[in-house]
């Protein structure tokens, strides 16, 4: 596609910027406008645009340089040496295109200073702007080819008469079809044209305690940044004034969201549970196992939820193994005796069928009854199913993703269990509750974080945390092994089956890949031929189809199989007391807090575990700390901790599965908790004084988080 300037469109919005004072609903009708509002962009630049997911006058503006070309030094051409990067104004003395069409276009070109001259070449259509005695700013890596010196795709402009090259100059993620020039001419029209009218969504008063810049001088700083003594890497440093001007804003519309959601849901009126002593005590004396401290503090704290007006929204982060599950069976119980429904769901298909298991062990000699909702059901048993449930002769439903369907409708929901809450978020957790009349909603997860970000991220929930583990949790070995110890490592993992024990293998792909690391599919077949032969073995993966994945299970509970070869799908979901051995290949690639929950499948029966991490022979050294690291901890909120610092929640929680918004400069790190948690309390603050956001000062706040939030906000911006 040949590389375009802006297109001119008749029509484009010439308008002047809007005055102060401006109605902020106008926010709506300029920002948010289409980037077709801007003079020279058309549908095939819009398209373009659309590529990268810039669709309006703001997506553009907060499209940030992801570097800067320091054209303040300008190197004389007969300084220019082989491999550097440099700035030379010059003026054209010959151009010329050659070649044929696309790829094969270059345009070849001599450009002169008064030291000397170099040769320029500029591959595709990129060069064909300049013109013979144009006086050019040209920057981009020096080459050699045969003995002669040349510039290969350099950046530039032409400068006018008495035009000085510019200073930093900001250079933007490529598109097919839009050249940097362009960029920088859509982003100065959108500065000029509409940057004014972007109050932002943190008020003045919040903005000037904190001593931040307004959004649009950290957009200017960065669009266009000064030519001084300034550091171009630290302008885009996150902790820079001006990317934390940005990354403040992002965190208080956040913060403000959630609490005007939790505020929402605290007025409505819920399902009420009666929790006498006749209700629970048949519940308790179900459970095989009496509870731990952490889980009767935590059972308080549900209870306490249940029998109040208000619908629960809770969340309990909790240790692997620290039975959370429990918990929830208890709360199901006691909606069962009151006549409510409870669902249940699950991520995984796996998962769901162990719930359906657990639950239905203790709940179903109470007369409760549990059905199983999955996406691998036939259809007519499918309609037989949501029938009963509809009609509330299944009290306990437990299911996948396809809880949420259409034709799953329960007749008298009372609570919604979400497991494994940060793979579905906050979307999909409000839209079960929507199948009830405003249903209590218990929410669980072990991956534990810090209590500090939790309250931050979770901020629409109460948090309870389960940190100890039941009585009779075996102690687990965990040792790093290299790839000169593979083959022992499956000696010991075979000696271990040989004793009556069972045992997972776990690799980070499902087929063989290019770059060498282990995968299900292959090392099953090596495995059963080789160091694991005259062993059951299968394997599961997540396009393992469902009724084949139930059989694997239900065999490996049954001690049929003897070890199971899969990817990461073993992460939750098995509870095999008989399982006491876990080998995990290429374990640099996994997180530590997805190892450390892979570590919970084994030593569930009170017996002593190993676990052993195997890792690449290019494994680095950092790779090889974390695992040691994890393997002289057994903390899982430790470990989380020290993972969020290494990596981010974006991989501890998965961000993509959780609901977490794509924030644009914020972090979401653990470094990064001091400005969340000054968000949060600005926020707090902020709704204190003023509940339903009707201060005129709150007005852009109120419209920023409406945009970013939608109908979850619908009820207070209408208000």
């Known amino acids: 596609m040949k590389n375009a300037e802006p297109e001119e469109t008749p029509g484009a919005d010439q308008g002047a910027g809007v005055a102060p004072g401006v109605d902020p609903k106008s926010y709506d009708s300029r920002c948010l406008q289409p980037v077709t509002a801007l003079p020279g962009v058309g549908p095939k630049i819009a398209a373009t645009l659309a590529r990268k997911n810039i669709r309006t006058i703001e997506d553009l503006l907060l499209s940030l340089p992801y570097r800067y070309e320091d054209r303040r030094v300008v190197t004389p051409i007969a300084a220019l040496q082989e491999g550097q990067a440099a700035t030379i104004r010059a003026v054209v003395e010959r151009i010329r295109g050659v070649g044929g069409r696309g790829r094969l276009r270059r345009t070849l070109?001599?450009?002169?200073?008064?030291?000397?001259?170099?040769?320029?070449?500029?591959?595709?259509?990129?060069?064909?702007?300049?013109?013979?005695?144009?006086?050019?700013?040209?920057?981009?890596?020096?080459?050699?080819?045969?003995?002669?010196?040349?510039?290969?795709n350099p950046e530039g402009d032409v400068l006018g008469a008495d035009e000085e090259p510019a200073g930093l100059v900001?250079?933007?993620?490529?598109?097919?079809?839009?050249?940097?020039r362009s960029w920088r001419k859509l982003i100065a029209a959108a500065l000029d044209r509409f940057a004014g009218d972007w109050v932002g969504g943190v008020p003045d008063g919040v903005r000037a305690e904190r001593g931040l810049a307004t959004v649009v001088e950290a957009l200017r700083t960065l669009h266009r940044p000064p030519n001084g003594d300034v550091d171009p890497a630290a302008l885009l440093d996150w902790r820079g004034p001006a990317r934390r001007a940005l990354a403040f804003e992002e965190y208080y519309v956040f913060q403000l969201g959630m609490a005007v959601r939790r505020r929402?849901?605290?007025?409505?009126?819920?399902?009420?549970?009666?929790?006498?002593?006749?209700?629970?005590?048949?519940?308790?004396?179900?459970?095989?196992?009496?509870?731990?401290?952490?889980?009767?503090?935590?059972?308080?704290?549900?209870?306490?939820?249940?029998?109040?007006?208000?619908?629960?929204?809770?969340?309990?982060h909790g240790e692997v193994g620290s039975g959370k599950t429990a918990l929830a069976i208890l709360a199901a119980g006691a909606a069962a005796r009151n006549d409510y429904q409870t669902a249940?769901?699950?991520?995984?298909e796996i998962l769901a069928a162990q719930h359906a298991r657990r639950f239905a062990e203790l709940l179903t000699p109470l007369g409760v009854r549990v059905a199983l909702v999955t996406g691998g059901l036939a259809r007519p048993e499918r309609r037989r199913l949501c029938d009963r449930i509809a009609l509330g002769m299944e009290q306990v439903v437990v299911g996948t993703h396809a809880l949420l369907s259409g034709d799953v409708e329960f007749h008298r929901l009372g609570l919604a269990v979400v497991d494994e809450q940060h793979k579905f978020g906050v979307a999909q957790r409000a839209r079960l509750a929507t199948k009830g009349e405003r249903p209590n909603v218990l929410a669980l997860s072990a991956t534990p974080i810090p209590r500090s970000l939790a309250l931050t991220i979770y901020g629409d929930l109460d948090l309870s945390l389960l940190r100890e583990r039941p009585h009779g949790v075996g102690a687990i070995a965990t040792r790093v092994v290299g790839p000169e110890q593979r083959a022992a490592a499956y000696r010991e993992l075979a000696g271990r089956l040989a004793a009556g024990r069972q045992g997972y293998v776990v690799c980070p792909r499902l087929d063989r890949a290019t770059d060498g690391k282990a995968d299900a599919l292959?090392?099953?077949?090596?495995?059963?031929?080789?160091?694991?032969?005259?062993?059951?073995?299968?394997?599961?993966?997540?396009?393992?189809?469902?009724?084949?994945?139930?059989?694997?299970?239900?065999?490996?509970?049954?001690?049929?199989?003897?070890?199971?070869?899969?990817?990461?799908?073993?992460e939750v979901g098995l509870d095999a007391p008989n399982a006491a051995a876990l080998v995990v290949e290429n374990a640099e690639l996994f997180g530590l807090s997805q190892l450390h929950q892979m570590r919970g499948r084994i030593g569930r029966d009170g017996q002593p575990a190993l676990c052993l991490l195997?890792?690449?022979?290019?494994?680095?050294?950092?790779?090889?700390?974390?695992?040691?690291?994890?393997?002289?901890?057994?903390?899982?909120?430790a470990i989380a901790e020290y993972d969020l610092r290494l990596r981010g929640p974006g991989e501890l929680l998965g961000v993509r599965q959780s609901g977490l918004p794509r924030l644009r400069f914020a972090k979401w790190t653990i470094d990064d908790l001091?400005?969340?948690?000054?968000?949060?309390?600005a926020a707090r603050r902020t709704l204190d004084a003023d509940p339903l956001l009707a201060d005129p000062r709150h007005e852009w706040a109120k419209m920023t988080a409406a945009q970013r939030w939608g109908a979850a906000l619908s009820a207070v911006v209408e208000g």
């Open 170 to 180: 900001p250079v933007y993620s490529e598109t097919e079809g839009l050249r940097q």
């Open 674 to 681: 001091e400005l969340l948690q000054g968000a949060r309390e």
């Open 614 to 637: 195997l890792h690449g022979a290019d494994c680095p050294a950092p790779a090889r700390e974390r695992l040691a690291y994890l393997a002289r901890c057994g903390d899982g909120f």
């Open 109 to 152: 070109a001599h450009v002169v200073d008064e030291s000397g001259g170099v040769d320029i070449v500029w591959f595709g259509f990129a060069g064909m702007r300049f013109n013979p005695q144009d006086r050019v700013v040209l920057s981009g890596d020096v080459t050699r080819r045969d003995e002669r010196l040349q510039i290969v």
């Open 522 to 570: 292959s090392l099953y077949e090596e495995l059963r031929a080789g160091p694991l032969a005259g062993f059951r073995l299968a394997v599961l993966h997540g396009q393992t189809p469902p009724a084949a994945g139930a059989e694997i299970v239900a065999g490996f509970l049954r001690r049929e199989i003897h070890a199971i070869v899969s990817t990461s799908v073993i």
């Open 264 to 316: 929402m849901l605290d007025e409505l009126p819920g399902v009420r549970l009666e929790l006498d002593d006749e209700t629970l005590r048949p519940l308790r004396a179900a459970l095989p196992f009496a509870l731990t401290a952490g889980q009767e503090e935590c059972w308080r704290a549900i209870a306490a939820d249940l029998s109040a007006p208000r619908p629960m929204q809770r969340l309990i």
């Open 344 to 348: 249940v769901m699950a991520p995984t």
